[in-house]
């Protein structure tokens, strides 16, 4: 049971859904594949789809927090949405919650940078 | 009171973090935890391997980490050891968001998520020799208090 994760680009949104298990062993790859991903031409901001996550610990948040702070340096935003209640408790914990922006579901997420699904 | 134990050591490998806590939590199911209870246990199996992983070992893959289990009634004690260069200051390692190797987006929060998870946590650790991680956790204590 790894991580997998699927990247789609939603107008000029970066679109991250990760499915399986985040921790310590499985942020190294999933980091690698994010800055790739990143990189893109034309990406503005970031819309992270936790569903699937059916493990996370502390190197979870840490490979998350990274990525925001990276983000947040150039001016763009990150949104986390459709935490299951184990990972809710992680980002409570540590206080994430306090500094990233989070949302219920990937739909709304999407909606908050205009981006409108048909 | 039967105590029914088991042991197991394994390589300090980041791809034996995920064997850890599922090996752990399949010991303990016989407890027959709730998916919550089962999901801490894991989760703080996860943390304390990745410390000796990391901190313990300076992610060496070539040395061995040993985890002890111990289940009586409703209780679970588990015993996460490794042979790695300790910790100078246990109680610095310990304060939330605290991290040795911010390099590596490590979040500090390995500890506090222990101690939050589990009811008790004591962190025995000398430097050169290793570190030892033991933690206590009662299950279904609202269901035990009400019968």
Not at chain 1, 79 to 99: E, H, M, N
Not at chain 2, 32 to 51: F, Q, R, W
Not at chain 2, 70 to 76: C, P, R
Request: hydrophobic share 40%; charged share 25%; glycine share 6%.
């Amino acid at each position: 049971m790894g991580l997998t994760v699927d990247y789609e680009l939603k107008e000029t949104i970066l679109l991250a859904r990760l499915n399986g298990e985040l921790d310590h062993h499985t942020a190294s790859d999933l980091k690698e594949s994010w800055q790739l991903a990143l990189q893109q031409p034309g990406i503005k901001h970031m819309v992270l789809n936790l569903e699937s996550l059916s493990f996370m610990d502390s190197s979870g948040l840490g490979v998350i927090l990274g990525r925001y702070k990276e983000l947040k340096a150039e001016g763009r935003e990150m949104v986390v949405c459709s935490l299951t209640p184990a990972v809710d408790r992680l980002f409570q914990l540590s206080g994430l919650f306090k500094i990233i922006r989070f949302e219920e579901n990937e739909r709304y997420a999407l909606e908050t940078f205009g981006v409108v699904l048909s | 009171m039967n105590t029914n134990m088991m042991r197991f050591s394994f390589s300090s490998q980041s791809r034996n973090e995920a064997f850890a806590r599922v090996t752990v939590a399949s010991f303990v199911s016989q407890l027959d935890p709730t998916m919550d209870e089962l999901t801490e246990i894991k989760t703080v199996v996860s943390e304390a391997v990745t410390n000796s992983i990391i901190h313990g070992y300076n992610s060496d893959p070539d040395q061995m980490i040993t985890i002890i289990c111990a289940l009586s009634d409703d209780e679970v004690e588990l015993i996460i050891q490794d042979e790695g260069v300790g910790i100078p200051d246990v109680e610095e390692a310990m304060e939330p968001l605290y991290t040795s190797k911010p390099d590596l987006e490590r979040s500090g929060m390995g500890f506090t998520i222990m101690e939050n998870f589990m009811d008790h946590v004591y962190v025995h650790s000398r430097e050169g020799e290793g570190t030892t991680v033991t933690m206590n956790k009662q299950f279904n204590r609202s269901k035990a208090m009400s019968q």
